[in-house]
């Protein structure tokens, strides 16, 4: 099946600095979605993007498709930023969704 | 728009028990449910696709007769662990698909339910 990679696995960012994840896939995909999961678990839908670049905020995303990634910007980040992000793709006749394993990012005051 | 809640929100129960965990689309109506089990520190791991008024869609290694799914109406899916054991205790989460165009596949997550099995 797809693989998904995310990286940097992990990442310690200063209140306001700036941060780019990185997602990967191995494989064409129908879709893509960056979720952010707040520390209650809850998965926060930030950008539904397949290809092309959208803003909302102070977070941005652009996915390349032909080159098989998706990269996730965070501008002026901010302790609430602090979480696990994820991307997540569609990909296959099946309409699987298969989750990369995440970004834990920790923004400190 | 586009809201997911899930009941509950945590569960303890003893083993060999079962329990059963209900996914609502509260503001849209959804064809196709996802659920989703998460261990600490890891990933989502896809168990199941639920389309209404079918049978659900397992993934390879998920037990069918364990994870009973269904999906009676087009807000309403339930997930029922049967005779839980502590090896079941994990965060289920459940996500719909709203369908809308332009947007077909896009989810959207409950807030996931946490069950401990003693």
């Known amino acids: 099946g797809i693989q998904v990679e995310q990286s940097p696995p992990d990442l310690i960012l200063q209140e306001g600095a700036n941060s780019t994840l990185r997602c990967n896939f191995s494989d064409s995909v129908n879709n893509l979605q960056w979720f952010h999961q707040n520390p209650w678990g809850q998965l926060i839908n930030l950008f539904y993007i397949p290809s092309g670049t959208k803003q909302n905020g102070r977070l941005s995303a652009t996915t390349v498709a032909t080159e098989r990634y998706s990269l996730l910007y965070i501008s002026s980040s901010q302790t609430t930023d602090s979480g696990v992000y994820f991307c997540?793709?569609?990909?296959?006749?099946?309409?699987?969704?298969?989750f990369g394993i995440g970004t834990k990012l920790q923004v400190i005051p | 728009g586009a809201v997911v809640s899930q009941h509950p929100s945590w569960v303890i129960c003893k083993s060999g028990t079962s329990v059963k965990i209900e996914c609502r689309s509260l503001d849209f109506q959804a064809t196709t449910m996802f659920w989703y089990r998460q261990f600490p520190k890891q990933s989502l791991m896809l168990m199941a696709t639920?389309?209404?008024?079918?049978?659900?869609?397992?993934e390879q290694g998920v037990e069918k007769d364990k994870f009973l799914i269904n999906h009676a109406s087009l807000t309403l899916s339930t997930l029922t662990v049967t005779s839980a054991h502590p090896e079941d205790s994990s965060f289920y989460i459940c996500?719909?698909?709203?369908?809308?165009?332009?947007?077909?596949?896009?989810?959207?997550f409950g807030p996931g339910t946490r069950l401990t099995v003693l």
């Open positions: 639920s389309n209404e008024g079918s049978k659900a869609t397992y």
């Open positions: 997540a793709v569609l990909s296959g006749g099946y309409q699987k969704v298969t």
């Open positions: 996500s719909a698909r709203q369908g809308l165009a332009g947007r077909q596949n896009e989810q959207f």
